[in-house]
């Protein structure tokens, strides 16, 4: 069995095909010093403006930083959203090749408007409609052109659009030819339409939600055969659940583990579960054990928690902290 020191090493090997929901998370700062005269409302005097790579985006940094070679595939509109989206993808020296642009469709903005420290309101710019069927081709046809040399391909849904049942299936039955492992990060609509493939991964929220049940089937002495029922159904290799403050619960194959929450000084859980599956499906596409595919997602997890805002996992500190695993 590899070490965790040489499955690190062993990322900058790989090439991850990242399929999902892109966005942009716009931030405004500001300082409040008043309320409007117009409304009972706060009115933010702007000191400074960012766009950042957000959804599937977020991922793409992730694997990036990692040190593996990300491959986006994605649809946005023909807007300025869109346009500044490939341009932040340019600026991180990330390819906008798989990216295919449908007339009158907008591009996903989430702009947040913070005043000091607190967030004031956040403002959403977006459509949930499924793209064109020309885009739906398109988007395949360079899934398809993109398979011959990608290790592990990730699915992350935001309920926007992209990913289809039909599309989904059409890359599972595509990665399964070509012996490639697929990795899910779920949300609600298409949470049904994943059969086969290798690794699900929803937080506990999402699997409770999309399958229905009481919180007592997840706990302690339930959890378990809940997950591996799940699974069978679903005739997935593996389901890996993220537990927040209990940690992670991974059944893959026949192989479970429970791994306990590192404590850590947490100042913001956005975009952990975006770390934890950029390393989980890394890990298994370099041939790890279900035990290593559990810890160092967990403890990346945890890592970023650390940091304020949504951020990817820095693989010096990941490499410096697994050490001690």
Known sequence: ?????????????????????????????????????????????????????????????????LGATAVICSVIGDDA???????????????????IVEPGRMTTVKERIIAGSQQVVRVDSETENSISLSSQQALLAHIKDSMSDVDVIIFEDYDKGVLSAKLIQSVISMAKENNIPTVVDPKRKNFFAYQGATLFKPNLHELRDGLGLMPTDFDADH????????????????????????????????????????????SDVSGAGDTVISIAACVLALGGSTEQIASLANLGGGLVCESLGVVPIDLALLRKEADQL
């Open 223 to 266: 959890l378990a055969e809940t997950v591996r029922k799940f699974k069978v159904s679903q005739e997935f290799t593996g389901v890996f659940v993220t537990l927040s403050e209990r940690g992670v619960y991974i059944d893959f194959e026949n192989d479970q583990h429970l791994i306990p929450a590192h404590i850590r000084q947490i």
């Open 1 to 65: 069995m590899q070490s965790v020191s040489e499955l690190i090493n062993g990322f900058s090997r790989l090439k991850v095909l990242i399929i999902g929901d892109l966005m942009i998370d716009s931030y405004t700062w500001g300082r409040v010093s008043r309320i409007s005269p117009e409304a009972p409302v706060p009115v933010v005097n702007v000191i400074r403006r960012e766009s950042r790579l957000g959804g599937a985006g977020n991922v793409v940094l992730n694997i990036a930083s």
């Open 81 to 99: 959203p869109g346009r500044e989206l490939q341009k932040i993808i340019l600026d991180a020296n990330l390819s906008t090749e798989g990216l």
